[in-house]
């Protein structure tokens, strides 16, 4: 749990964040720990002295990555870096952070090193997530690696898709599409030989980015099964009926005018209610829609687009309307 930072000095806490996170390759929850520090302006005083702007790779970018490995029958490598931030040069300005008790555990008895006394801090030499510069100093880190000492380029309007014309293969981030097989991992020797940590292969990608991905030789198939599997399942709605032919929402002009006209509740009371009744939460439910529609259901856009009007005072119609989309996307989720 983060502490506040101390009042004279401003030094950062040290935030250890302990959770499970997806395994690319066999697709099973595997437990990960990282230890962080606390950056933001609520709880330290932080100086920046450097932009903090990282670019990050835009769905639509990362659509045509797949459609232009599939028209051109290539192969999609999938590679990780580990603790990838660190790999960078630390921040201009020296940071410090507080011991706590996870890691002072971590020094003494995993690493077999002496005791820290109480109260001490530590010196950050590297880059850390949390810091808010630790984005961007990543960013300009990999582009060097692959600009400069590899001789990639980066398109114009995608500064996260990067091209190189010899060998026609193009990387996005730590997507490598190449003609071959061997060629992706060539590729992937490169980087990892200006890397510090290890560059996990993931293999041929089945999951990135919220995208299910099946490769073939005939064709690769994007989908988000996997996202839609789980956000109906936390609502419990795996069972609902849907029309033989299900569509995003009905375009008829009476159900069209029942959501514009419909009795809106004003009071906070009487909204909260509304949301007892109905079981869930309007807002993250059009949040889980919008996510949806932003990887690769561009097909909910209307019907999430029109919804989303109606998220400061939702009415029960409204609620029945996201639902539907819901069972929509279920029903349609290998699409």
């Given at each position: 749990r983060p502490r506040p930072p101390d009042p004279d000095t401003g030094i950062l806490p040290w935030v250890w964040t302990y959770l499970y996170k997806v395994d690319p390759i066999i697709l099973e929850d595997v437990e990960k720990s990282r230890g962080t520090c606390n950056g933001g302006t609520r709880f330290g005083k932080v100086v920046t002295l450097a932009e903090t702007y990282a670019a990050c790779v835009e769905q639509p970018a990362h659509r045509m990555t797949w459609s232009l490995i599939a028209a051109l029958n290539y192969v999609g490598l999938g590679c990780d870096v580990s603790n990838a931030f660190a790999e960078a040069p630390a921040p201009k300005e020296p940071f410090y952070m507080v011991v706590d008790d996870q890691f002072r555990d971590w020094w003494e008895n995993c690493l077999g090193k002496p005791p820290i006394p109480q109260g001490w801090v530590i010196p950050i030499l590297k880059n850390l997530q949390g810091h808010p510069e630790a984005p961007r100093l990543w960013h300009k880190h990999i582009d060097g690696i692959l600009i400069v000492k590899m001789g990639f380029q980066h398109t114009t309007h995608e500064v996260c898709l990067y091209f190189k014309q010899d060998k026609k293969h193009g990387l996005d981030d730590f997507i490598i599409g190449a003609k071959t097989m061997q060629l992706c991992l060539d590729i992937k020797q490169q980087i990892q030989d200006n890397m510090v940590n290890p560059l996990n292969e993931l293999g041929v990608i089945k999951r990135f980015n919220g995208l299910d991905i099946e490769q073939t030789?005939?064709?690769?198939?994007?989908?988000?099964?996997?996202?839609?599997d789980k956000?109906?399942?936390?609502h419990q709605w795996q069972n609902e009926h849907t029309a033989n032919l299900p569509i995003p929402m009905r375009n008829d002009s009476t159900y069209q005018a029942n959501l514009e006209l419909s009795y809106r509740p004003k009071e906070v009371k009487e909204q909260q209610e509304v949301e007892t009744q109905m079981g869930f939460s309007y807002r993250q439910a059009i949040g889980e829609l919008i996510f949806a529609m932003t990887i690769c259901r561009l097909d909910i856009s209307p019907a999430v687009i029109k919804l989303s009007q109606y998220a400061a005072a939702p009415a029960k119609c409204h609620y029945q309307a996201a639902k539907a989309v819901f069972t929509y996307l279920y029903a349609t989720k290998n699409d």
């Open positions: 030789r005939h064709y690769i198939r994007i989908s988000c099964q996997t996202y839609i956000i109906v399942q936390h």
